[in-house]
């Protein structure tokens, strides 16, 4: 079982943004049901998600197809996904399989948030 903090934050225009913290490993075991919270947050919450990875300190293959199948889920939508705060061990996947070039990713949850503030159109 993972444990995903949830949080709402509401940016000037009214827009809702998700920020889901994720702690301890997101791996084959934990990857589904990550997958599902952002399924049910896209849908039914928000299509703009914030992914802090602070607490995440283990991610394998399985975790990044959840990351690439929620970033999908809200693109379908129009939403924004972005990624924040990659643990350092983490952040090591994400450079290895260039994912990092592929997803948005902040240094903070701020700037992550910041970053919304610039969505066109809502």
Same mark, same amino acid.
């Given at each position: 079982?993972?444990? &995903?903090?949830?949080?709402?934050?509401?940016?000037? /225009?009214?827009?809702?943004? &998700? #920020? !889901?913290?994720?702690?301890?490993?997101?791996?084959?075991?934990?990857?589904?049901? =990550?997958? !599902? %919270?952002?399924?049910?947050? &896209?849908? %039914?919450?928000?299509?703009? &998600? #914030?992914?802090?990875?602070?607490? #995440?300190? =283990?991610? /394998?293959?399985?975790? *990044?197809?959840? !990351? #690439?199948?929620?970033?999908? /889920?809200? /693109?379908?939508? %129009?939403?924004?996904?972005?990624?924040?705060? @990659?643990?350092? +061990?983490? %952040? *090591? @996947?994400?450079?290895?399989?260039?994912?990092?070039? @592929? =997803? +948005?990713? =902040?240094?903070?949850?701020?700037?992550? !948030?910041?970053?919304?503030?610039?969505? @066109?159109?809502?």
């Amino acid at each position: 079982m993972i444990h &995903i903090e949830q949080k709402e934050h509401t940016i000037p /225009d009214g827009t809702k943004i &998700i #920020v !889901l913290a994720p702690t301890g490993r997101l791996d084959i075991t934990t990857a589904w049901q =990550f997958r !599902l %919270k952002l399924q049910e947050c &896209i849908s %039914k919450l928000s299509r703009h &998600i #914030v992914v802090n990875l602070g607490q #995440v300190n =283990f991610i /394998d293959s399985s975790g *990044l197809t959840s !990351l #690439v199948a929620g970033m999908r /889920d809200a /693109d379908k939508v %129009k939403g924004s996904f972005r990624i924040c705060n @990659v643990h350092p +061990e983490a %952040k *090591l @996947v994400f450079e290895v399989t260039m994912m990092d070039s @592929v =997803f +948005e990713i =902040f240094e903070t949850e701020e700037e992550a !948030l910041d970053a919304g503030s610039s969505i @066109v159109g809502g």
